[in-house]
């Protein structure tokens, strides 16, 4: 497979506290990958077995007590590619063990309720892969106007989304939120989807172009598409202030969906092979099983 | 595929109001099936990709207001493969689109509510497919003692179960809860994976003698077979009972693994080319909206 013995997650970690600037970063870009597209998909697939087989054991030793579980989230600009991440890398697993949610725009019972209440409603529980379409908190959070953080202005500003105050409160609580959650034995794996500007705009031709697209295409992309600087600085005060040693952001190039879904398997390959997962041990006499069962007429 | 063009759902539907016999039907048969289990794997891969067109557009209706959905009940013994038919049919499909549950002895929470409730919890939204993995109402509806129905004496009873007045009770309000989400738009596949006892034996030595298997098994499955005799039988009250014009049982021979997954696949195909979901038109001008997108720097 890969050639560099360097992990995957090592390359695409986000270093925890320094400044991130996507704009400095390749979106076409494939460090450690296969070599080009269809060796690509063929190490894809391949992963995809040894992840489901590790993704038995971790269920397996939840039915024996052990509590942990994996969270991976994706976020990423409207064809980022968060829902082709879910039909190519998840669809190689099995889907009982497999607990997806998207986040949309939340409904008014949401509103009612403190931001965090619909994401922890959507956990993995123990021995589950659960899987984040766009993370409600990290989605709500871009901010608009200047950002005091940095100290400098900004372009327009993103639509309908919270003051720069009540950002500062929710990075706060979902960084001790995440904190929580690792505390208890959840894996968190966050990939944010990097595409570029023109390839957005590529995808988003594609889609127009081909009827059997269009259901996918809402005349608003247009105006995200033209917000892309503010959404670029937006996800970058993300990636910055909710990067943690327990909970660290990988940068995922994603202008080629080959290596974006090479990438992902891998980053859960890696960790779940951390967690190396076991078969319980029986916690019955099996000869004595064995006779019983043999026994029934 | 198959010569014989009479529909897999018209040859295994139970038929409504009729007494079922379950000791009649053979487990290891594979009515209108492929020719063996190479060739049944190759149909299943294939109806899988059509499979996943037909999800793919049922989930874009729904975006456009159709309100359609699919429920895959799957029902069975312990070893029937409900587990498996999940992973190896469900897992031809987009995971997104996909709500499975898989329902275990009831919560103290769930035991409060009516019975009912936590499966209304676990329907799927408009475009999506659902899974029952066991249904809750037809899991815990087994009888026990003997059968006003039928009149005749039961063989050893199935533990902890309701008694005969609340069963009558449960069975009626099933049906007029599943009339009510066929009403509604929902597609319901209600698949009994018959499996024989024979078999039940291999597979539960089998989960005994493979080390990576043991997990699964637990001592009481040994009580259960000794209760299969009262099992059939509750199934096949339940296969009586809850069997509607509206949400017919399929009866499943599950011996053979391969034909199971494809019968189920195969049952699916059909409801949803009967169902024939269309990607929604437009409702925005293509052009205009194309010419705006190349606007953009």
Redesign the interface.
């Known amino acids: 497979m890969r050639k560099d013995r360097t992990s995957l997650g090592k390359r695409l970690r986000v270093p925890v506290g320094e400044p991130v600037d996507l704009s400095a970063q390749d979106a076409a870009a494939t460090p450690g990958g296969p070599d080009g597209k269809a060796a690509g998909k063929a190490a894809t697939a391949r992963i995809g077995e040894r992840l489901a087989g590790l993704q038995e054991r971790l269920w397996?030793a939840s039915?024996?007590g052990d509590r942990r579980r994996v969270l991976l989230i994706l976020q990423g600009m409207d064809t980022s590619g968060k829902?082709g991440t879910?039909?190519h890398v998840?669809?190689l697993?099995?889907?009982?063990g497999?607990r997806?949610t998207?986040f949309r725009a939340p409904t008014a019972e949401e509103r009612a309720h403190p931001f965090l209440w619909r994401v922890e409603k959507a956990l993995p529980l123990p021995g589950e892969l659960g899987i984040f379409?766009r993370s409600l908190p990290h989605s709500r959070l871009r901010s608009s106007g200047r950002c005091p953080h940095r100290g400098r202005p900004r372009g327009p500003s993103v639509r309908g989304l919270a003051p720069a105050a009540e950002i500062d409160r929710r990075y706060e609580l979902i960084n001790r939120f995440e904190k929580s959650l690792a505390d208890d034995g959840v894996t968190l794996v966050k990939c944010f989807l990097h595409l570029s500007y023109e390839e957005q705009?590529r995808r988003?031709?594609k889609r127009?172009?081909r009827?059997?697209k269009?259901?996918?295409?809402?005349?608003s992309d247009?105006d995200d598409?033209?917000l892309w600087p503010a959404y670029q600085e937006a996800y970058e005060i993300a990636l910055e202030r909710c990067g943690t040693a327990y909970a660290p952001w990988y940068l995922v190039p994603a202008d080629h969906k080959w290596y974006r879904d090479w990438a992902v398997s891998t980053l859960l390959l890696e960790r779940l092979r951390e967690l190396d997962p076991r078969?319980?041990e029986?916690d019955?006499d099996?000869a004595e099983?064995?006779k019983?069962?043999?026994r029934?007429p």
Chains 1, 2 share one sequence.
């Open positions: 397996a039915t024996a829902g879910v039909k998840i669809g697993l099995n889907p009982s497999c997806i998207a379409d705009r988003l031709l127009l172009d009827p059997e269009r259901w996918k295409f809402a005349p247009i598409l033209a078969y319980p029986p019955f099996v099983c064995r019983r069962l043999l029934q």
